[in-house]
């Protein structure tokens, strides 16, 4: 028994040298670790890839409807509110008017007291220009009596003397009719301000807190309007760095996918919202024509989803068939007779992807073990 057994290691041993013996391949065939599932692929061999290689980042967000602040340019008293919430208006509908009585009577008697100024002017003027004639005549009169000239010269600066007077009441009245036309052109232009028309076909949104004799200051917001022909994506704040990062941004709603355009952030709002410790969000106009838009609505799901790290036309490998020693990374090559074969290898690796981009080492079409060392 004990002979059998030493002939038996005898055998053994002589099988191992023999199998070492004649090998010159620089990267000897190494015994491979155990292997694992590779990263995107089936079995525990994996085949170097030519593609793109991008990365997805994914944010939640709601599909909302453009909602425009509507508000009076100027102070006021509101008249009358004459939509509610959830009323559907025209292009061009009043919605809310301001109380404007006292200025459209101090407008009507400005327009009086024009028109008076006017037939007063023009009384005055018809009496200065009587005034004249009458002096002229009698500077005529004197001539042809052969008075002397310096009675004649006295005459003649009465006559001067009267157009003067003419000529400066006449500026005086133009004047003043001058102001009052001003002040009344001031209070039209301001009497214009006086309803609030709807820019847009559209919803009224939500209410405001204000009725008849409520008193508002000029810009603050009196209606909320809807746009439902504007959509847009609502998510958590993204900064504008990682848009700008990204290879490409697009959005899926349901099983459609759309482009979409990211709304720069107004730096002063997100200044204050910080400050002020309020949720800041960002914003994603859909770039869909009118049909598509209309197959979308408010309330929706929608995927914000971001393209980074893309590089075209990468050889990738799964990261999980990389490992690495003192000299560095490297990988066990599939050779011709399944034996495995070191291989060292330069790549670039990225956070949260499933594979490496190999910069050297590598050729498409090359199999690769894939191993948990």
Do not use: W
Request: with cysteine; charged share 25%; glycine share 6%.
């Amino acid at each position: 028994m004990m002979k059998k057994r030493i002939l038996l290691s005898a055998l053994l041993l002589s099988s191992l040298l023999l199998s070492g013996c004649g090998h010159k391949d620089e990267n000897p065939a190494y015994i491979a670790p155990a292997l694992l599932p590779s990263a995107g692929v089936a079995s525990d061999i994996a085949v170097v890839e030519k593609k793109d290689h991008k990365m997805l980042k994914l944010y939640d967000g709601a599909v909302l409807t453009h909602v425009e602040e509507l508000s009076f340019s100027v102070d006021g008293v509101i008249g009358e509110v004459l939509v509610s919430p959830g009323d559907l208006v025209k292009k061009g509908d009043r919605l809310i008017t301001l109380d404007f009585e006292a200025e459209r009577e101090h407008a009507e008697n400005l327009r009086i007291s024009i028109e008076r100024k006017k037939t007063s002017a023009d009384y005055d003027d018809r009496i200065h220009a009587l005034n004249a004639s009458i002096l002229i005549t009698e500077k005529e009169a004197l001539i042809a009596s052969g008075a002397d000239k310096k009675t004649i010269d006295l005459k003649e600066l009465e006559i001067e003397q009267a157009k003067a007077d003419r000529r400066q009441a006449s500026e005086i009245a133009q004047s003043e009719i001058s102001a009052l036309s001003h002040e009344l052109a001031l209070i039209e232009n301001f009497l214009t301000n006086d309803t609030v028309y709807a820019p847009f076909d559209g919803r009224i949104a939500r209410d405001v807190e204000i009725g008849a004799g409520s008193r508002v200051k000029a810009y603050d917001t009196v209606l909320y309007l809807a746009d439902h022909t504007k959509l847009y994506i609502s998510t958590e704040y993204i900064s504008q760095t990682t848009v700008n990062s990204a290879k490409r941004t697009y959005a899926r709603i349901g099983a459609n996918v759309y482009e979409i355009e990211y709304i720069p952030t107004n730096q002063s709002d997100y200044l204050s919202k910080l400050l002020a410790g309020e949720e800041i969000f960002s914003g994603f106009s859909i770039k869909a024509s009118e049909e598509e838009i209309q197959n979308i609505e408010a309330g929706l799901y929608a995927a914000v989803i971001f393209e980074t790290n893309f590089v075209e036309d990468a050889l990738l490998i799964p990261q999980n068939a990389v490992l690495s020693d003192a000299d560095g990374k490297y990988v066990y090559v599939v050779g011709e007779n399944g034996e495995h074969i070191k291989r060292s290898i330069r790549i670039k690796t990225y956070v949260d992807s499933l594979y490496s981009v190999v910069l050297e080492g590598l050729e498409e079409g090359e199999s690769i073990y894939v191993t948990d060392k």
